[in-house]
């Protein structure tokens, strides 16, 4: 069973800033290229038996996704899609969003991110999310590591920091987006202590160098157990990635380095989130 923990839907033109339009022109980003959001949406995560769906909200940075959207979105397919609800703590009413995406949207976990937020992760707003995700068994899914957007700190994102919170919250399952990147090592360490959090490989395959250390560091460390697979839809697809992952030693040519044995991969690709992260599934939801 393949899980796509990690898809987004939005509608640029209506949930977009000006600051992150702003953002996203200075970085050359082609919004074209992502097309009608949703439908590519439906239609490419079909390459997974089960996707994730978030939005964004982020005061901060730009992002307004109203989480009901996504929730309508999720039941267009509700067999094979599970919501998580997105909290942003500069919000005057983040609690009682929180309770209403869980208890009346149906709401599986939460998406939260620092970086965009420009919260702290050890800010005592979010430690009020973290109790409410703990006592109901809601995962975290955070954005971790870089971003093009600007105006934030980007230490607010290092992966280091979400130690303390797996300390602090033990039986928090937690999982740390983009493997943390460019700090996939912080990432690694963080995961391989603390039994509930794992990571992501979303949105890392077409940076391929930077992939391959990574995949490195994985199998050096024995820790590709707790890395999970996702795609970051619209910005690539389920099947593209799966593609990415599957074919990353084909850049080692002839240089003799070692390359990422398949089991790892494979591992990956089919590993079961749904159970490490005591997630439903979809059609067993809707029955």
């Known amino acids: ?24 022109a200075r970085c050359r980003v082609n919004q074209a290229a992502w097309g009608d959001v949703e439908e590519r949406h439906l239609e490419t995560t079909r390459a997974a038996d089960v996707a994730v ?5 982020a005061s901060a940075t730009g992002w307004n996704i109203p989480n009901e959207r996504v929730a309508a979105h999720v039941a267009r397919a509700p067999e094979r899609m599970l919501f998580f609800a997105s909290i942003d703590p500069l919000q005057q009413n983040y609690r009682e969003e929180l309770e209403m995406c869980h208890q009346e949207l149906g709401a599986t976990g939460v998406k939260l991110a620092p970086l965009y937020q420009n919260v702290h992760p050890l800010d005592p707003r979010y430690y009020d999310i973290y109790r409410y995700c703990e006592k109901h068994g809601l995962p975290i899914l955070f954005h971790a590591g870089t971003s093009f957007v600007s105006g934030t700190r980007l230490e607010y994102s290092r992966p280091a920091h979400f130690d303390a919170v ?3 919250f033990p039986g928090l399952k937690m999982v740390l987006a983009h493997l943390g990147h460019p700090w996939e090592g912080e990432t690694i360490a963080v995961i391989r202590r603390h ?8 949105a890392l395959y077409y940076r ?8 490195r560091l994985l199998v050096e460390y024995n820790a590709s157990e ?3 697979f996702g795609s970051d839809f619209p910005f690539t697809t389920t099947a593209n990635s799966l593609k ?22 494979e591992g990956i690709i089919n590993r079961d989130a749904l159970t490490l992260l005591g997630l439903p599934h979809p059609s067993k939801r809707t029955l």
């Not at 039994?195 to 979303?202: C, K």
Request: glycine share 8%; charged share 15%.
């Open 195 to 202: 039994e509930n959090v794992y990571a992501d490989l979303s």
């Open 208 to 215: 391929p160098w930077q992939f391959y250390n990574s995949m």
């Open 53 to 57: 769906v978030f939005g964004l909200q």
């Open 166 to 168: 797996a300390v602090d």
């Open 244 to 265: 990415g992952v599957r074919s990353l030693n084909h850049i080692l040519a002839n240089s003799g380095l070692p390359g990422i044995p398949e089991e790892v991969t």
């Open 1 to 24: 069973m393949i899980i796509d923990i990690h898809t987004h839907i939005f509608k640029a033109g209506e949930d977009f800033g000006p600051a992150l339009q702003a953002d996203l």
């Open 226 to 228: 707790k890395v999970l």
